[in-house]
C-alpha cells in the first residue's frame, strides 16, 4: 500500500490516506490529529499568516534543500510527502532567540497571530542562513497580519536580527543550524530528518469518497487519468488557488503535480523557459540570477520587483506560475500579475494533451483557450535588447498582499527616428475580456512616443477604449479607469529622456524606506516593579505557541463541530427547513432550529447592564438580515459541519420592501419613522453676535470590522454539575446569564471559563454571547460536548460591527474661526436592533474639548437591515472627535486660518492644559520647519504632493460595573497566584495586576502569576470594555493587598526584618487566611477623568495611482503615571493603527439584496506591516502630575485610535494640493468621501487627461 510520509517537528507520521479526507489541510492535520494547537487559523485563505509552518524540503530536479515559510491551511497534506515541518512548538529550547527577541520587544498583544510571525520569521532566518538586511525583513511579512500591536514592535524584533542593523543583537547561537528535536533512526546528527529515499514513482491513495495520486512525469499524469476517467480531477501543486476561490465541490480525483520534473524544469535556449510547475519565489530567484548576467533579459529585474507585490511571501513559496495562469483562464476576472508581465513581453505557454502533443499559446490568446484534459508544461520569456522600453505596474488597496486595483504592462519599441515601431499595452482589472488597448496600440505607431501632442492623441483614444465593468466589491470602473489612464501617462514620464523636473516624481515608484519608531516615556524606578517597562507575562508562552484559546484543547470522543445554518435573504420569514441533504452525509450527527432551544431563544437578556431588546439565538420565523442564523448543524468534524450547513435548504416567504442598509436609505425609507430614534437632544445657551461666515456641511465614517484573529468560538463540556463553556468573551457575565436561560439551567450548574481571547476590540462582548449560546444549547440537548468556530465568512456576516455615522452640520463663526452657533444632527447606524447604540454617547464627547455652550446637538440612533451594530474598539468616541476636528478643519478653509489656531480659539477654558501639548508637540515634531519643507516640495512637484495636520482629543473615562480579584498566597514557597473579573485580550491588564500585586506587597514580580478569568471565581463581573479594566482591577488588587498586609501584620510583628516568605509561612502557622478577595464597584465612587493628546501626521500621495504614503506620525498622549509603560506604548500604537485601518483601507460593501461583499480577507483589507508610518513616534505627556484614575495612571487602550482621524485630513490636504495642478480652482470645501481609499481619492482628485504633459 502506498504511503504519504513527513515529519513534524521530527516525529514520522505515515499517511494511506483512509484517515483524512480530500478537504483535510496539513492546518487540520497539525490540530486536530497530530495536537499540536501552537498553530492557529483564522481566514483559511492564506491571507492572515496565523497558520503559518517552516517546511524543509527537496526540490525534485536540482535535489536542493530549501527551508520555507508555507500556509498550513492551504496545504493538503498528502501533498507534504517527504516534507520536514515544523511548527512553533518545534523551535527547540536551544533555538528560541526569535521567541524571546519578539516577547522581549513587546511583540504580543493578544498572542493569536503571534505563532504565525514566529515561524514566518524562523522560516525566513532559516532560508537565508542568518543573512538578511533590514529591508529584506520588512518587506516579508505582508502575509502576516496582527491587529493588537500595530506591528512597530514585531518589526523591531525581527530586524534585530539584520546584519545591518545598527546595534545589532547577534546571539541567534546558529539558528540555521537547527536540527530536528526528534532524530529518525540512520540519520547521522547534523542531517535534516528525511524520512527515506523513496524512489519516485507513481503513488495511488484511496481516501473515502476520492482518490489521491502522487505524479512524476506527464505520463503518470495522463495514466491516472486514462484509467480514472476526465470527467472529475483537479490538478494540485500549491493549491494556493482554493484561497481565492474556494472549492464549491471535492474533485473524485486528486492529482500531486508538485513533483513532475518537467514543470518544475528551467533553462535558456533563445528564450528564458520557466516549467509551469515552478513557484513564484524560485521564478523570482530565477529572475535575479538571470537579470545579472544577460542583458537581453534586462526587463526581468521590474518584474522581480513586480512579483515582491504579488500575493505574500508563504503563498509565493507555493503557488505556481501554472496554477496562477490556470486560474486566470478558469476566471478571467481574475487580476492575474502573472499574466500581465508575461502578455508585456508577448511570452508564450506551452501546454500538453492526452495525446502528449504539445502545444504553444499566445500569451493574449491562453484566457480563451481550452486547457480541459490538458496540462501547462512552461512558459517561455524572450529575450528583449535594451531598445525595448518596458515598464510594469500594481495598484493595491494597500502595500502588500492584495489583489490588483489595476495593474498593467508597458513594452514600446522605437526606432532610430525615436518613432513607435510596436506597442503593447496590457492591463488587468478593466474587465474579464479586455486584455490590450490595440486601438491606442495602433495610434501610437509611427509617432514619437515622447510628445505632448503624441501624449495627448493616445490618452484620448485610450479614455475611449478602456472600458471598465462594474464588478462590486471592486473599485468603480470610474476609479480604475482613472487610475489605467493614470499609469499610461506614468510610464511615459519614467521612460521620456526629457522631462518638465515637476512632473518627474509622477513617473517615479513612491519608494518606502525602512520603518522605524521612537517612543519617549518617563519612569519611576522608586515605585518599581509599577511604572517598570516589563514584557508582558505571557508573551514568552504566546511566542512559543503554550499559550492555549478557547478551542486549543484535545476534543472528547463524542465531541461535535457545529456551524451555523444562515439566511440567504435579508428580509423575509422562514416557511420551512429541509435538512435531509445534509443528514445523509456520513458523520453528520444532528440539525437544530429555534425549535430546539430548550430554554429562551434569546442572547441578550435584560437582566444583564445594557441590553434592552431582545435577540434570538436563531430566527425563529422573521428573519431581520442577510446571514441571519436559522440553524445549528453538528458534526463530526469542522468542514463536515460546515459542508453539511451549506446543503440545508430553507424556504422562505421573502419580503417585497428593499433592504435598508445604511442612514440616508433610512432618512428617506417609507418607514423611517420606526426607524429612527432621537437619543441625544443638547441645547445651547448662547449665541454669537459676530457671524461673518456660515459653513453648511455634511460628514460620515463608514463601519468597521473588528477583525480579531480568533474569530467567535466557544467550547461547550460536560461536567458533573453542568455545563462549562470556554468561551472567546469580553463578557462572562452575559455569557453566563444568556446561556442558562437558552439552556434552562441555573447558573450554578453552568460554568464559564475565559483563559484568554485573540483580540476583542468590543466585537467579543454582547455578541459572543449568540456563539456560546448556540455551542451551550447543542451541548445539552444532544449531550455531547460541542465547538463552534466560526469561519471568516460566517463571522463578517453575522457578527456586527462598528457603527458608521452621518452627520449634518450649519456652523457660523467669525473671521478669526470662534464658532458663534452650531447645529449639528447626527445619525448612528445601529443595525437591527437598538442594543449597543452609540447614540447618546457622541453627543457628549463631542463637548468634552471645546466651548460648546453655542451648539445645539440632536442625535439619533437609526435601525437597518444589517447584522445588530456593536461596540468597535473608541466607540462613541471615535465619531464625536471626527465630527467635531472636521467641523474645525472646515471652519479653517472657509476662514483661511491656520487649523490649528482654529481650535485653539475655540478649546474651552477648563480644558487649557491642552495648549501646552499642543505647544510641546510642534516643538518636537518641527510642524512649522516641516510645513515649509512640504510647500517647498508641492511646489516642485507636481504628481506627488504631501500634507500635514494635526488632531486634538479629550476622550473621557468614567467607571462602571462589578470587577473583583482573588489573591492567593502559597505557604511552602510565598508564591502568589491571582484571578481577577477582567479578560486579558492582549491589553496586558495580567501583567499590570501583577505589577501592582508586587508594588503593593513588596514582592518580586516574578512571584507572581495571573490565571484566566471563570465565572467562579469572579462571578457577575462587567464587560471588559470602555479601557476601565485594567484599571478598575487593578483598584480592587490595591484593596486586596492591603487588607491582605492587615492580616498578616501579627504575623510580622514576631519577625524580626523578616523576609516576604517568613511572614508567609508564620501567618500559615498562626492560621491566618492567605487567601483575599476584593472588588470594584460603584460603592468605590471612583472619578473619571479626561485624557487629552494630539496628533500630527504627514502623508505623501501620488496622484496618478490614488495611493497613499504615511511618512511620519507624532503622537502624545496624557497616560499619567503609567503603570507598565511598555504595554501602554504597544495599545497606544496598536489603536492608532487600527484607526488608520478604519479612516483609509478598511471597507465594507454590501450588495442591494443585503450580502456583505467583503467577506474575506481577498476583499476586506485592515492596514499591514509596511502601511503603518515610515516614522512612528510616541511620547507620553511629560510632567503630568495630576492625581487621577488609579495610582495615578490613565487608560491607553483606545484613545489613540480617535487620533487616527488625522490621516483623512493629512490626505485631503496633499488632494486639494493635486487638484490645483489639474486646473481646479477650489472655493468650495472639496469632498472626500471615508475611508479614503484609492477609489474615494481618485474621485476627489477627478483628474483630466489634458494635464498630462511631458515638457
Not at 542568518?130 to 500595530?150: D, H, I, S, Y
Not at 483598584?1035 to 487588607?1043: D, I, L, N, Q, S
Request: charged share 25%.
Amino acid at each position: 500500500m502506498d504511503k504519504i510520509s513527513f515529519t513534524i517537528n521530527g516525529e514520522r507520521h505515515s499517511l494511506s490516506g483512509t484517515e483524512v479526507s480530500s478537504s483535510t489541510s496539513l492546518n487540520d492535520y497539525i490540530r486536530n490529529y497530530a495536537g499540536l494547537f501552537g498553530t492557529k487559523a483564522m481566514c483559511h485563505e492564506g491571507g492572515c499568516g496565523a497558520c503559518t509552518v517552516t517546511v524543509s524540503q527537496v526540490h525534485p530536479n536540482t535535489k536542493e534543500r530549501r527551508v520555507v515559510a508555507v500556509n498550513s491551511c492551504l496545504v493538503h497534506v498528502l501533498s507534504c510527502h517527504q516534507w520536514d515541518i515544523t511548527t512553533v512548538e518545534g523551535v527547540g529550547a536551544s533555538h528560541r532567540d526569535i521567541q524571546k527577541r519578539l516577547a522581549e520587544f513587546n511583540g504580543t498583544q493578544c498572542g493569536y497571530c503571534t505563532p504565525g510571525w514566529v515561524m514566518s520569521m524562523h522560516s525566513l532566518y532559516e532560508g537565508s542562513e542568518a543573512k538578511l538586511t533590514e529591508r529584506q525583513v520588512e518587506r516579508a511579512f505582508g502575509g502576516n497580519m496582527c491587529r493588537c500591536t500595530g506591528y512597530r514592535p514585531i518589526l523591531d524584533a525581527f530586524k534585530s536580527f539584520a546584519v545591518d542593523v545598527v546595534s545589532s543583537i547577534q546571539d541567534v547561537e546558529d539558528l540555521h543550524k537547527m536540527k530536528c528535536l526528534k532524530k529518525v533512526k540512520d540519520k547521522e546528527e547534523d542531517d535534516w530528518c528525511v524520512i527515506d529515499n523513496t524512489s519516485e514513482s507513481l503513488l495511488s491513495l484511496h481516501l473515502s469518497a476520492s482518490r489521491w495520486y502522487k505524479a512524476y512525469t506527464v505520463q503518470d499524469v495522463y495514466k491516472i487519468l486514462s484509467r480514472e476517467g476526465m470527467d472529475s480531477y483537479r490538478f494540485i501543486a500549491g493549491n494556493t488557488g482554493k484561497g481565492v476561490y474556494p472549492y464549491k465541490t471535492e474533485a473524485r480525483v486528486n492529482i500531486d503535480i508538485s513533483s513532475v520534473t518537467i514543470l518544475r524544469d528551467t533553462y535558456t535556449d533563445e528564450n528564458l523557459v520557466l516549467g509551469a510547475g515552478m513557484t513564484i519565489s524560485e521564478v523570482m530567484a530565477t529572475f535575479q540570477k538571470i537579470r545579472k548576467n544577460n542583458y537581453d533579459f534586462h526587463y526581468l529585474e521590474q518584474f522581480y520587483k513586480h512579483l515582491e507585490l504579488v500575493a505574500t511571501v508563504p503563498v509565493r513559496n507555493i503557488g505556481t506560475i501554472g496554477g496562477n495562469l490556470a486560474l486566470k483562464n478558469s476566471h478571467q476576472e481574475f487580476p492575474s500579475d502573472i499574466f500581465v508581465l508575461l502578455a508585456t513581453v508577448e511570452a508564450t505557454v506551452t501546454i500538453v494533451d492526452s495525446a502528449l502533443k504539445f502545444a504553444e499559446v499566445k500569451m493574449q490568446d491562453f484566457p480563451k483557450t481550452d486547457i480541459k484534459n490538458k496540462l501547462i508544461v512552461n512558459v517561455k520569456l524572450p529575450p528583449l535588447s535594451m531598445s525595448h522600453l518596458i515598464r510594469t505596474y500594481k495598484i493595491m488597496p494597500r502595500a502588500q498582499n492584495a489583489h490588483a486595483i489595476v495593474n498593467a504592462g508597458f513594452h514600446f519599441v522605437l526606432d532610430s527616428k525615436k518613432e513607435v515601431s510596436s506597442a503593447v499595452l496590457v492591463f488587468g482589472s478593466i474587465n474579464e475580456h479586455f486584455i490590450r488597448a490595440k486601438e491606442t496600440e495602433n495610434i501610437l505607431k509611427g509617432k514619437k512616443l515622447f510628445s505632448d501632442e503624441t501624449l495627448q492623441i493616445a490618452m484620448k483614444t485610450l479614455q475611449e477604449e478602456l472600458k471598465p465593468d462594474d464588478r462590486p466589491p471592486e473599485q468603480s470602473p470610474a476609479c480604475r479607469k482613472s487610475i489605467a489612464l493614470g499609469l499610461f501617462y506614468k510610464a511615459i514620464l519614467s521612460l521620456s529622456p526629457t522631462v518638465n523636473p515637476r512632473y518627474r516624481s509622477g513617473g517615479e515608484d513612491i519608494v518606502r524606506e525602512i520603518s522605524r519608531g521612537t517612543q519617549v516615556y518617563d519612569t519611576d524606578k522608586s515605585v518599581w516593579p509599577l511604572n517598570q517597562p516589563v514584557p508582558k507575562l505571557e508573551a514568552l508562552a504566546q511566542c512559543s505557541g503554550e499559550a492555549n484559546y478557547a478551542c486549543d484543547r484535545v476534543p472528547s470522543p463524542r465531541q461535535v463541530h457545529l456551524a451555523f445554518v444562515t439566511s440567504s435573504v435579508c428580509l423575509g420569514e422562514i416557511v420551512d427547513f429541509d435538512a435531509s441533504e445534509a443528514m445523509k452525509l456520513s458523520g453528520v450527527v444532528a440539525f437544530l432550529t429555534a425549535k430546539d432551544i430548550p430554554g429562551g431563544n434569546n442572547f441578550t437578556p435584560k437582566d444583564v447592564p445594557w441590553q434592552n431588546y431582545n435577540e434570538e439565538i436563531l430566527a425563529s420565523k422573521t428573519i431581520s438580515y442577510y446571514g441571519q442564523p436559522v440553524g445549528v448543524i453538528a458534526a463530526v468534524t469542522h468542514k463536515l459541519a460546515l459542508k453539511a450547513a451549506g446543503l440545508v435548504k430553507v424556504k422562505y416567504k421573502k419580503s417585497d420592501k428593499k433592504p435598508v442598509l445604511d442612514v440616508k436609505s433610512a432618512l428617506n425609507a417609507p418607514d423611517k419613522e420606526k426607524r429612527i430614534r432621537e437619543d441625544a437632544n443638547v441645547k445651547a445657551t448662547e449665541r454669537g453676535s459676530d457671524t461673518t461666515h456660515v459653513i453648511k456641511g455634511t460628514f460620515s465614517m463608514g463601519d468597521q470590522y473588528h477583525y480579531t484573529m480568533e474569530t467567535q468560538s466557544c467550547m461547550a463540556t460536560h461536567t458533573t454539575r453542568g455545563l462549562k463553556l470556554r468561551s472567546a468573551t469580553q463578557w462572562m457575565d452575559l455569557v453566563h446569564v444568556a446561556a442558562a436561560h437558552a439552556t434552562g439551567l441555573p447558573l450554578h450548574r453552568l460554568e464559564v471559563e475565559v483563559p484568554r481571547v485573540g483580540g476583542g476590540y468590543g466585537g467579543k462582548a454582547s455578541r459572543s454571547a449568540q456563539i456560546a449560546c448556540a455551542c451551550a444549547v447543542a451541548a445539552h440537548t444532544l449531550k455531547r460536548d460541542a465547538v463552534l468556530v466560526l469561519p471568516l465568512s460566517d463571522n463578517m456576516e453575522i457578527v456586527g460591527k462598528r457603527q458608521a455615522c452621518y452627520t449634518e452640520f450649519e456652523v457660523g463663526v467669525n473671521d478669526d474661526g470662534v464658532i458663534q452657533y452650531l447645529e449639528v444632527v447626527y445619525y448612528s447606524d445601529c443595525g437591527c436592533s437598538y442594543n449597543d447604540t452609540a447614540g447618546l454617547d457622541i453627543a457628549g464627547v463631542m463637548t468634552n474639548l471645546y466651548s460648546s455652550k453655542r451648539w445645539t446637538i440632536k442625535g439619533y440612533s437609526v435601525l437597518t437591515d444589517k447584522a445588530s451594530n456593536t461596540w468597535c474598539r473608541a466607540p462613541a468616541t471615535t465619531e464625536a472627535t471626527a465630527i467635531v476636528e472636521h467641523i474645525m478643519e472646515r471652519i479653517a478653509h472657509a476662514t483661511k486660518k491656520d487649523s490649528i489656531d482654529v481650535r485653539i480659539s475655540n478649546i474651552a477654558p477648563e480644558n487649557n492644559a491642552i495648549k501646552d501639548i499642543i505647544d510641546t508637540l510642534k516643538i518636537d515634531s518641527k510642524f512649522d520647519e516641516r510645513k515649509a519643507q512640504i510647500e517647498k516640495f508641492n511646489s516642485e512637484n507636481a504628481w506627488v504632493k504631501r500634507s500635514l495636520k494635526m488632531s486634538l482629543m479629550s476622550f473621557p473615562i468614567s467607571y462602571s460595573g462589578n470587577f473583583a480579584v482573588t489573591i492567593s498566597v502559597y505557604h511552602a514557597d510565598g508564591t502568589i497566584l491571582m484571578s481577577h473579573g477582567g479578560i486579558e485580550m492582549g491589553q496586558g491588564i495580567n501583567t499590570k495586576v501583577a505589577q501592582v500585586c508586587a508594588y503593593i506587597l513588596n514582592v518580586p514580580l516574578e512571584m507572581i502569576t495571573v490565571r484566566g478569568s471563570d465565572s467562579f471565581t469572579s462571578p457577575n463581573a462587567m464587560a471588559s470594555n470602555g479601557s476601565i479594566t485594567s484599571e478598575s482591577v487593578a483598584f480592587a488588587t490595591v484593596k486586596a493587598c492591603k487588607e491582605l498586609l492587615e492580616r498578616l501584620e501579627p504575623a510580622k510583628a514576631e519577625l524580626y526584618e523578616p523576609k516576604w516568605i517568613d511572614v508567609i509561612k508564620k501567618a500559615y502557622d498562626k492560621g491566618i487566611n492567605l487567601q483575599v478577595n476584593a472588588m470594584t464597584s460603584s460603592l468605590d465612587h471612583l472619578v473619571g477623568y479626561s485624557i487629552y493628546g494630539a496628533c500630527v501626521a504627514e502623508v505623501e500621495l501620488h496622484a496618478l495611482e490614488g495611493t497613499t504614503q504615511l511618512l511620519r506620525v507624532d503622537l502624545v498622549q496624557d497616560t499619567g503615571r503609567s503603570m507598565s509603560p511598555a504595554l501602554d506604548v504597544g495599545q497606544i500604537e496598536g489603536a492608532f493603527i487600527m484607526g488608520l485601518g478604519l479612516w483609509t483601507s478598511e471597507r465594507l460593501v454590501y450588495d442591494p439584496s443585503g450580502k456583505l461583499l467583503t467577506n474575506n480577507t481577498w476583499t476586506y483589507k485592515p492596514p499591514g506591516a509596511n502601511d503603518i508610518p515610515v516614522d512612528f513616534r510616541v511620547y507620553f505627556r511629560r510632567n503630568e502630575s495630576a492625581n487621577v484614575g488609579v495610582l495615578r495612571s490613565k487608560a491607553t487602550g483606545e484613545p489613540a485610535l480617535v487620533l487616527s482621524v488625522v490621516v483623512a485630513f493629512a490626505i485631503h490636504g496633499a488632494i486639494t494640493e493635486i487638484r490645483k495642478e489639474f486646473g481646479y480652482n477650489d472655493i468650495d470645501w472639496v469632498p472626500l468621501d471615508t475611508p479614503c481609499t484609492v477609489e474615494h481619492i481618485m474621485k476627489a482628485i477627478s483628474p483630466n487627461v489634458e494635464s498630462y504633459k511631458l515638457k
